[in-house]
């Protein structure tokens, strides 16, 4: 009798971690399985967590039992990060709840954006790292550990995946969130979701594999001394050891590899282009004239003196080590294949030279009821004399910079056909298209948008080109 209700036991907190398993990267895909679905498995992730910790009741009464491993130091410290964090990511999300806890009203919602951002984010890894220290027990549960073959054929799967998992870390700018250099993410709502979630299975594959490799390193056997004869024992622990950190380091290889080297060049190596080159655009016949407005820091901003391009994805330096935005980039791009004029929406007040300043500015901006104060307001050009307005501005909190709302409040756009080129760090349309729909007084926003990531405006002249040829 024990024993059934030992086996039942094991089988509900199988089910309860399976399930997390699950909500964990459909939790992550926010924005692309809608707000309220997101709500409602942040929620059930939350219960199943509390579940989980219920079932394991009797970890903690054993914490003052046994001797402290070097690996039972590691998984303690991982069980205590998780529990925090997802306390952190909880009351986050009552903070920025648009839907079950919107009634409740605290307040905060930069900072609970941030801190949800954070969290969710390190709570992923750790909750992949915490699957891999459990890999052992996962592989008995299913009956795997007695079939060496398989054995080997899983490692060699998992180690591949594992790889891809790596890639796809930093294609979906994960490191960005989990230190801050990215202070808010939306997601690309064109994606399928499918795609989405086979690269965010393949990065809690990633981590799995790396604490499995790290918990078998840590629990190698030591080499001992015979009582007999005082000399050391077999030497195959050293061998095993020696495995482990070639396995380990392949791994760091790979990851340096595929992290490092971009991010240096990101955020270490000064961005240089030749704007001739990265501007040089065949023609595309458009019937009527093509007003294009852009809106970017440079022309905006009031950067330090010694301010270069690693100072902001959005930023690179001409041939003549000028600053360069992307969205000025793309606007020349524009006009060198359609022609017509060119026009920088310009603020009075500046931006500060710091990316992160810029963002607490602007959300203060979209806290405001009045616009940002706009220069050359009595020069506005006069829309009657296009034929279309193709807009160029950058994603800011997931939505239309305050500059931009300002400039198109003051305009008539009866007759214009308006399309949109929109840079961003990974946060895809946003809320832009709902939002910039209602900002367009006598004129409807163009459904075919095109997205440029910040890292490829340099190179996105024949995107641009080809899109151009689409919009007439």
Not at 163 to 169: E, I, L, Q
Not at 302 to 326: I, K, Q, R, T, Y
Request: aromatic share 10%.
């Amino acid at each position: 009798m024990n024993e059934k209700k030992s086996k039942n036991a094991k089988m509900i907190r199988m089910c309860v971690d399976i399930a997390m398993v699950i909500l964990m990267p459909l939790l992550m895909a926010y924005s692309l399985v809608g707000e309220l679905l997101h709500e409602i498995i942040g929620v059930s992730l939350f219960v199943l967590f509390i579940t989980h910790h219920v079932l394991n009741r009797k970890w903690l009464s054993s914490l003052k039992q046994g001797k402290w491993t070097a690996l039972r130091v590691v998984n303690t410290a991982v069980n205590v990060l998780m529990f925090l964090l997802m306390l952190a990511m909880m009351v986050s999300a009552l903070i920025i709840s648009n839907y079950l806890f919107v009634s409740l009203k605290l307040g905060g919602a930069a900072i609970g954006r941030v801190l949800h951002l954070v969290a969710a984010n390190w709570l992923f890894v750790l909750m992949s790292l915490h699957l891999g220290l459990h890999m052992n027990t996962v592989s008995t549960y299913f009956g795997i550990g007695p079939h060496k073959t398989l054995r080997r054929v899983l490692s060699v799967v998992f180690a591949l995946i594992a790889v891809y998992g790596c890639y796809a870390m930093i294609k979906r700018s994960m490191p960005s969130y989990l230190f801050l250099t990215q202070f808010f993410a939306f997601l690309d709502d064109s994606e399928p979701v499918v795609f989405f979630l086979l690269d965010y299975v393949s990065i809690m594959i990633f981590f799995a594999v790396a604490a499995f490799w790290g918990a078998r390193l840590l629990t190698l056997p030591r080499t001992r001394r015979s009582k007999e004869d005082g000399t050391k024992a077999a030497k195959a622990p050293k061998k095993k050891r020696l495995k482990v950190l070639l396995i380990l380091a392949a791994l760091a290889l790979v990851a340096g590899i595929v992290w490092g080297v971009p991010y240096l060049r990101r955020h270490f190596k000064t961005v240089t282009i030749d704007s001739k080159m990265a501007t040089a655009m065949p023609a595309v016949e458009l019937s009527g004239r093509t007003l294009t407005v852009q809106f970017t820091r440079v022309g905006n901003t009031d950067f330090a003196p010694d301010v270069d391009a690693v100072s902001s994805a959005s930023l690179m330096l001409d041939e003549n080590g000028s600053l360069v935005g992307n969205a000025g980039l793309i606007a020349q791009m524009v006009q060198n294949a359609v022609g017509g004029d060119v026009y920088p929406i310009r603020v009075k007040e500046h931006y500060p030279s710091s990316y992160a300043d810029t963002i607490s500015v602007a959300s203060r901006e979209f806290k405001s009821s009045s616009f940002p104060e706009l220069t050359g307001s009595d020069a506005f050009p006069d829309t009657a004399a296009y034929e279309r307005m193709i807009l160029v501005f950058p994603l800011w909190w997931s939505t239309v910079p305050k500059a931009v709302e300002a400039y198109l409040s003051q305009q008539d756009l009866s007759g214009l056909k308006v399309y949109l080129i929109l840079t961003h760090g990974g946060g895809g349309k946003g809320s832009v298209p709902a939002d910039l729909s209602a900002m367009l007084r006598g004129a409807v926003l163009d459904e075919n948008i095109l997205l440029i990531y910040d890292d490829d405006a340099d190179e996105a002249a024949g995107r641009v080109y080809e899109w151009l040829k689409t919009i007439d």
